[in-house]
């Protein structure tokens, strides 16, 4: 398994009606040990999460299903691996 970090930066018009059903879809993977974390920058104009995939084709076909995604909320994504070496979750 990879971990990979995903940004995105919002399009800020559609966000707040959209922005439920993404937590939602989120709070679902975090539960399933796909999400580690997510959440908004500070400046409100997009978010980061990291998940845990197989490879980037796996990660592409999750977010994808992603209702930011869906709905057209997302002006810009960026994918990309990541390998942590330190952290208290690291085994």
Do not use: C, N
């Amino acid at each position: 398994m990879a971990w990979f970090l995903v940004e995105i930066t919002y399009v800020q018009e559609k966000l707040a009606d959209v922005r439920p059903r993404h937590r939602e879809f989120l709070s679902r993977l975090a539960d399933q040990g796909v999400v580690a974390l997510g959440g908004p920058l500070g400046d409100g104009s997009g978010g980061i999460s990291m998940y845990q995939a197989a490879d980037e084709a796996a990660l592409m076909e999750i977010i994808d299903q992603d209702p930011y995604h869906l709905e057209g909320v997302v002006a810009e994504r960026t994918v990309r691996e990541f390998k942590p070496v330190i952290g208290a979750w690291i085994p």
